[in-house]
């Protein structure tokens, strides 16, 4: 029989997942939109709940339209399962709930998504968990701080909003040695470019609010684990916090994964296009995409991704008062938090996605006052470039 599982990237956005239902052969998937399932007998009730016997019991725990979308995502992720959540957030605390404990101590990517940032250092602290945010983009900032109770190796590469990469397979490497998790937020990157369990990594994690789902209009998480072991680690864990997926929001998702290969195509050669026309801009001061020769990991890219994907951060000569009028001035682009969405969207990180972390720690970890943050969308390249043109014009 055919390994599906070998089929192009390409193919597998589209039909990973999910088989013509049998009794209606609906060529998409059917919306399983219920709370509970009944039982035959309470004989097989007990028998399923005792874990001998495979079905449905309660949607918490499992159900067919949420299922298509981890056995999809897993697919492309070259992982043997995958869990759906309610946000990336819901992902995120999951896989720190599963994986740390009481007096165990963490090491993660300085420039993290705020939020995976301040939610160890503000609440899990109140359970003992310590922790040391670090560029992890340099090996050796890594290696310094392991201690022997480190659990956990959380990075997240290219790393919002800074687009450092770190190197994954170094990484596996590290947490071999000394026995760690290493755990990928692959959110800017999308299965399409980059995928970390192939790099040694163990799980996976996305915000699918992002490129997965890419329409900006459900918000969402999903866990991908390389072993049995962690999968069942986190299904438990997941199961009793609830953070789980809900059919709907599934199957939106779902049909947003479709379109993953040729979103990412188009939004990734504007994206190159216009870093490298920023680039030339006098008035532009820098500009962070791993996809420039002149980027300092642009090796690295080349390496551990098939492409340097759709965001870029940059900055204007004039500081932050110019990227705050530039901002102002924008016309197609949107000003508003998110990215991976077919629409190009812009915003200021230190005072928006990033505001939780203090001060000194955004300096550390490169997100400036003058950082703003562009995730392309897929319009025309010529109009984006022209909505940029006008609104540097007002700088
Ligand atoms: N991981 C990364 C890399 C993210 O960028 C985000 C959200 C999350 C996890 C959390 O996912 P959520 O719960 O929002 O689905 N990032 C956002 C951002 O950069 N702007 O708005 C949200």
Not at 197 to 204: C, I, N, R, S, Y
Request: proline content about 3%.
């Amino acid at each position: 029989m055919e390994d599906k599982s070998q089929r192009n990237l390409e193919t597998q956005v589209i039909h990973a997942g999910y088989e013509l239902d049998k009794a209606t052969r609906s060529v998409s998937p059917p919306i399983y939109q219920t709370s509970t399932f009944a039982f035959e007998s309470a004989e097989q009730g007990a028998a399923l709940f005792a874990g001998k016997e495979k079905g449905y019991i309660y949607t918490r725990l499992g159900n067919p339209t949420i299922e298509a979308l981890e056995q999809a995502v897993a697919s492309l992720e070259k992982g043997v399962g995958a869990l759906a959540t309610s946000t990336g957030m819901a992902a995120v605390s999951t896989v720190y709930f599963s994986l740390l404990e009481k007096d165990t101590h963490l090491i993660g990517t300085a420039a993290l998504y705020g939020a995976s940032r301040t939610i160890i250092e503000t609440e899990f602290v109140r359970y003992g968990v310590t922790s040391d945010f670090v560029d992890t983009s340099n090996l050796d900032e890594i290696r310094k701080k392991i201690r022997k109770n480190t659990r956990l190796l959380y990075i997240e590469s290219p790393a919002n909003p800074t687009m450092a990469l770190t190197d994954i397979q170094g990484c596996a490497q590290i947490a071999r040695e000394h026995g760690l998790v290493l755990a990928v937020d692959n959110t800017f990157a999308s299965p399409i470019l980059q995928n970390p369990l192939e790099l040694g990594a163990d799980v996976v994690l996305h915000s699918v609010t992002k490129f997965i789902n890419g329409h900006s209009d459900v918000v969402g998480g999903i866990i991908v684990s390389k072993t049995n072991e962690l999968q069942e680690r986190l299904a438990r864990v997941l199961h009793l916090l609830g953070g789980t997926m809900d059919p709907h929001q599934a199957w939106l998702v779902l049909r947003g994964l479709r379109t993953l290969y040729l979103r990412v195509e188009k939004a990734q050669d504007n994206a190159r296009k216009l870093a490298s026309w920023l680039e030339s801009q006098p008035k532009v001061a820098w500009v962070n995409y791993p996809g420039l020769p002149g980027h300092a990991q642009f090796e690295l890219m080349k390496k551990q991704m098939k492409g340097p994907g759709s965001m870029i951060s940059f900055g204007l000569k004039g500081g932050y008062e110019a990227g705050l009028k530039l901002i102002n001035s924008v016309k197609l682009c949107t000003l508003a938090v998110s990215l991976g969405g077919i629409e190009t969207l812009i915003e200021h990180p230190a005072s928006m996605t990033h505001a939780g972390v203090s001060r000194e720690e955004k300096e550390k970890a490169g997100i400036t006052d003058d950082l703003i943050r562009l995730s392309v969308g897929c319009e025309a390249y010529e109009d984006l470039r022209a909505d940029l043109e006008q609104a540097m014009g007002q700088c």
